[in-house]
């Protein structure tokens, strides 16, 4: 049976190409689709029956890429997605890694929300040119007018968070990094510094985690082993690595809140429970994932959407740690 892969070699061409001049694809040069096209005859080949069909109709299912599926806030995200999707009669796929990108270069989806970070911007670009929609909730912008964006602001609570400790007296403020290559996490540390700036502050410390609890707990063990001071306030760029400093912390006995206020981003459901409980931005990730799978919708069925309707509202929790 032959493949495109065979069409490929024979024609000297990318797999991809031979993908994109057997569905269609304007992108193409003339001769190189005519070239193809000839030799696939030549090689008596067949499209697969089930992957034409699948191209050839609305599928009803919506792609979303995440980063991996560890942590409890893209569990929340997923699980919301897929509960309106449903309601509309729409199905997800859910990947993540280096599957994403093999996935999204078969367009057998009628719609991809990204939340992955990694994703490669030329395949964005690329799919954005067919059929399918792109949702991109990354800060990554102007990748092509054909991908829409929606995305959290974390910069303005971030910022607005810091002003307040530094309003309530606190001027030696310390911040833990999550995944440096996260446009949350970067977004987090600008308003951070953006607070301290406009107070004539710098960083009483800068510590590096990646979004999780372990993490958290192992930075602030070795800047303690190490023979540094406490700040007077530590804001992490998210909930897990703040409890993993608590957990710390407690394990040697220092008094929480006393010692050190501690806040975190999130407002995950173990805030509520560790001791001291976690001061939080709370972002209602609910009402932002829900709408991202209506966005998606009116995108695939042409209804036409105003992005600025679904900007999620935050509110700072405030508890004991801060």
Not at 13 to 24: D, K
Not at 127 to 146: C, F, G, H, M, P
Not at 292 to 307: D, H, Q, R, T, W
């Amino acid at each position: 049976m032959v493949t495109i892969k065979d069409i490929a070699k024979a024609a000297g061409v990318s797999i991809a190409t031979v993908s994109y001049v057997l569905n269609n694809d304007p992108r193409i040069k003339k001769e190189t689709a005519e070239k193809v096209l000839r030799i696939s005859k030549e090689l008596n080949y067949v499209a697969n029956g089930s992957a034409r069909n699948l191209k050839a109709r609305k599928t009803n299912i919506v792609l979303t890429v995440i980063p991996d599926f560890g942590g409890p806030i893209h569990a929340e995200i997923i699980a919301n997605i897929h509960k309106t999707l449903k309601e509309y009669n729409y199905q997800m796929l859910v990947c993540a890694g280096d599957i994403a990108e093999d996935i999204l270069s078969k367009q057998l989806t009628d719609g991809v929300i990204v939340l992955d970070p990694k994703v490669n911007k030329e395949t964005l670009s690329k799919l954005a040119k067919t059929s399918t929609k792109v949702l991109d909730t990354r800060k990554i912008y102007s990748i092509d007018d054909n991908v829409y964006v929606n995305s959290i602001d974390s910069y303005t609570p971030s910022k607005e968070l810091v002003n307040q400790i530094i309003k309530e007296g606190y001027k030696k403020i310390g911040f833990m990094h999550g995944s440096l290559d996260s446009p949350d996490n970067s977004e987090r540390f600008n308003g951070f510094m953006s607070a301290l700036e406009e107070h004539a502050l710098l960083p009483h410390c800068i510590l590096y985690g990646n979004f999780v609890e372990e993490d958290g707990f192992n930075a602030i063990k070795k800047y303690l082993d190490e023979g540094n001071i406490l700040p007077e306030a530590l804001f992490c760029a998210n909930d897990e690595m703040a409890i993993g400093v608590i957990k710390y912390l407690n394990s040697i006995d220092y008094s929480l809140p006393n010692d050190i206020k501690i806040a975190g981003f999130d407002n995950i459901a173990s805030c509520e429970y560790i001791k001291p409980s976690l001061t939080s931005i709370d972002i209602n990730i609910e009402d932002w994932s829900k709408n991202l799978a209506k966005i998606m919708i009116a995108l695939i069925e042409e209804k036409g959407v105003n992005l600025n309707k679904f900007i999620p509202k935050y509110e700072i929790i405030r508890r004991e740690s801060f």
